[in-house]
């Protein structure tokens, strides 16, 4: 990890670097930036392509390259990622309100496809990664949509229409207007900066779907803002194909084993096997399963996936009982270590709070996991600990208060004081172990609550009925064969 950090230092740390080196002394020591003399493909003289190699805060080490050429003044500007190719996908979605919006960070790679649905405009991936924002991605958008419109005009005056209806839109959200353009650039950075805090942004929402992975965009604060979400998803063959992942021909190559059907009841001693694909790299691979029974609970089923081809390994846990009628919330006291020892069910539509640490986990992070309140602590200690506020992404203020968060979370952990735990499930599919069952647990509640319109509607069970759809399916035809023959008495009674 040491070797890393000195390989590809952070960009803030590299910024400051910089400045500090603007002194004579500076001269005879290592440069911050590589330089290698480099052919020029506009008129085959020589150039110079600078490298830097920095990690981003929150995503992961990167390349930074430019070229520019002194003879003709050609330059070109790319990022390519350092790291390793994610095992899943990342959709980022990032909704854009106002003007501090407009300064998020982008790193796009050149498998990136950018989509903005307010404009039904889809950005394809490209030759080369870029390293933007916001504001400079609408830029460069309408620079290129621009630069043809003197000829659409006169050649096909209906797309040229089209596309100037579409750069009014893209200058609405950048809250500026096409008569800007026009002026120097000195004098827009300058005058404009503080005129245009009081100009209204239009709203929209900025999408970047990445099956590599290796894309990004900057949240505000923290990972909790509300106008940023992370979304993982497992690749498809094809796009395995595409980033070079796996051969074609090796599709249909293997074939997994464990393909007998099973019939009957599965027993609690049985694992059954599921063949299926790799979600990192496509190939065929078994799923195992198996029936659990939690004392004093309900049962649930684990699975296991386990790839020998790329060694990608995930396991999750499942509700294996019907739907409960109403939602439960279990609120621990934790107050020794021993209570970090219970064992905890945590079902993918699980929220988990700790109020004295200001912690909420959302209802579906992390999954359905099943391990001891330590473990499931240590999960989220682990994931936050990688995204410590580094570099200039981050405000001093903010940054004081996340690492004063992540203390807070280390001392939940060793139960240095005591603190509690509440585990809100609107299915009722999550448990903590109860140390005194089938007697009360004196530092454990267990509350049921009747879950709201909302809570359903995301749940999808407002359009689940189990009883009674015949009568109305059967009401349907009759209403439908009604219209119809109503349909047809209506021409006869307009001509008598």
């Not at 290592?30 to 085959?44: A, G, H, P, R, T």
């Not at 805060?57 to 070229?67: A, D, H």
């Not at 009014?168 to 950075?189: F, R």
């Not at 570099?391 to 280390?410: N, P, Q, V, Y």
Request: net charge negative.
């Amino acid at each position: 990890m040491s070797s890393s950090n000195e390989l590809f230092p952070k960009i803030g740390q590299v910024a400051d670097k910089t400045t500090k080196d603007d002194s004579a002394e500076a001269e005879v020591e290592e440069k911050v930036v590589d330089e290698i003399d480099s052919l020029c493909m506009k008129c085959f003289e020589q150039g110079k392509t600078r490298m830097l190699l920095t990690s981003i805060p929150y995503f992961k080490e990167v390349v930074v390259m430019s070229f520019r050429c002194e003879h003709c003044g050609w330059s070109n500007n790319e990022i390519q990622s350092a790291g390793m190719i994610r095992p899943e996908g990342t959709l980022y979605t990032a909704k854009i309100r106002d003007r501090a919006d407009l300064n998020r960070q982008i790193v796009r790679s050149s498998n990136c496809e950018i989509v903005i649905p307010e404009l039904d405009l889809t950005l394809p991936p490209t030759e080369r990664g870029q390293l933007t924002t916001v504001e400079g991605l609408l830029r460069d958008i309408i620079t290129d949509l621009s630069g043809d419109q003197p000829l659409r005009k006169v050649q096909d005056e209906d797309t040229y229409t089209k596309v100037e209806a579409l750069l009014t839109k893209m200058w609405g959200m950048l809250g500026d207007s096409p008569d800007a353009e026009d002026n120097d650039v000195e004098d827009a950075q300058t005058a404009g900066t503080s005129e245009k805090k009081d100009i209204p942004v239009q709203p929209f929402t900025l999408k970047l779907d990445d099956p590599s992975g290796n894309s990004f965009i900057e949240f505000l604060g923290s990972m909790s803002d509300p106008k940023w979400n992370l979304r993982t998803y497992p690749r498809t063959f094809e796009q395995n194909v595409q980033l070079g992942l796996v051969a074609r021909e090796e599709e249909g190559g293997e074939k997994g084993a464990g393909e007998e059907q099973v019939n009957g009841e599965v027993t609690k001693d049985e694992v059954l096997t599921f063949p299926g694909k790799c979600s990192s790299c496509g190939h065929n691979i078994n799923t195992y399963m198996k029936r659990v029974d939690i004392p004093y609970f309900k049962e649930i089923l684990i699975m296991s996936t386990n790839c020998d081809t790329c060694g990608y390994r995930d396991n999750e846990v499942k509700s294996g009982s019907a739907i409960s009628p109403e939602g439960k919330r279990i609120i621990l006291k934790v107050e020794d270590v021993e209570d970090l020892s219970r064992d905890i069910l945590k079902s993918e539509t699980a929220g988990l709070e700790i109020p004295e640490i200001d912690l909420v986990l959302a209802h579906g992070t992390l999954g359905g996991r099943f391990t001891t309140l330590e473990g499931i602590l240590n999960q989220v200690y682990e994931e936050l600990n990688e995204k410590v506020f580094a570099g200039d992404s981050a405000e001093t203020e903010d940054k004081r208060s996340f690492e004063k968060f992540l203390e807070d979370l280390k001392s939940t952990i060793t139960c240095e004081k005591p603190f509690t735990v509440i585990l809100d499930d609107p299915l009722a599919n999550s448990y903590i172990q109860s140390l005194y069952a089938p007697d009360p647990d004196p530092g454990m509640t267990i509350e049921t609550y009747p879950r709201t319109w909302e809570q359903n509607e995301e749940l999808g069970l407002n359009d689940i009925k189990v009883e009674g759809y015949e009568e109305d399916e059967a009401a349907e035809r009759a209403a439908e064969k009604e219209a119809q023959e109503q349909e047809k008495k209506e021409p006869n009674t307009v001509q008598s």
